[in-house]
């Protein structure tokens, strides 16, 4: 999985409860990601950040909220989860001088 | 209307056949092409990448890019039970463009390989 770790790897929750999946890197790549993945979707950017402490939103921003304050860590919150945020999201990195990207394992959500 | 487009599929065929898959774009924008193969309940892991158009081979595994026609497509030659996974085509626009670094991606393709 690319040096790419994420935490937890399931979690159920109730609606209306903070949550924050964690994404963890060995490698020390300028370039994180957040996807969710649902049926029908594939894959859809969330937030990405290009660098410690600078992050941008993707298509599917709302109601989640990143941060990035060391290269390794890049951290998604969900405020107050809801029924839609039910899904198995996933960390990317992306190597500065390329332009793929490589995906850790993936946490299920399951927001009750 | 979607920028990608990819059948979902499902897709069987039998072990030893030649599969093909699809995707097409809207966004004249994009110039480098992905496909990623995503086993269940796992990461997606990159199968192969290109940027331009024509033919690019891996081992058992083609892909093709018509930037004309805006269409890439995954051949997967003697398909083997261990190639049933979700296929996903992902593609980014050149640097300067709204989405450069940012990938978008097809719904993807689920396919079967049967002994």
């Known amino acids: 999985d690319a040096g790419i770790t994420q935490s937890p790897r399931h979690k159920v929750t109730e609606t209306g409860t903070p949550v924050t999946l964690r994404c963890h890197q060995t490698?020390?790549?300028?370039?994180m990601y957040w996807y969710r993945q649902d049926p029908g979707h594939g894959l859809r950017l969330i937030h990405y950040s290009y660098g410690v402490k600078d992050t941008d939103k993707g298509e599917v921003s709302d109601g989640y909220s990143v941060s990035r304050s060391k290269t390794e860590d890049f951290l998604l919150t969900l405020e107050s989860a809801t029924s839609s945020q039910t899904s198995v999201y996933f960390c990317?990195?992306?190597?500065?001088?390329?332009?793929?990207?490589?995906f850790g394992p993936g946490t299920r959500l399951t927001v009750t | 209307q979607k920028e990608v487009e990819q059948d979902p599929g499902p897709l069987s065929v039998p072990e030893g056949a030649i599969v093909s898959l699809n995707c097409t774009y809207s966004?004249?924008?994009?110039?480098?092409f992905m496909w990623y193969r995503q086993y269940s309940r796992k990461g997606p892991e990159l199968l192969m990448y290109t940027y331009s158009s024509g033919n690019k081979e891996d081992g058992r595994f083609t892909a093709q890019v018509d930037k004309s026609s805006k269409y890439i497509s995954l051949f997967i030659r003697d398909s083997q039970p261990s190639d049933s996974a979700t296929y996903l085509c992902?593609?980014?626009?050149?640097?300067?463009?709204?989405?450069?670094?940012?990938?978008?991606f097809g719904q993807g393709t689920i396919l079967t390989v049967h002994p």
């Open positions: 990317a990195i992306r190597p500065g001088l390329l332009h793929e990207q490589y």
């Open positions: 490698e020390n790549h300028r370039y």
């Open positions: 966004n004249s924008a994009f110039q480098y």
């Open positions: 992902a593609m980014m626009s050149g640097a300067g463009g709204t989405s450069y670094g940012k990938l978008t």
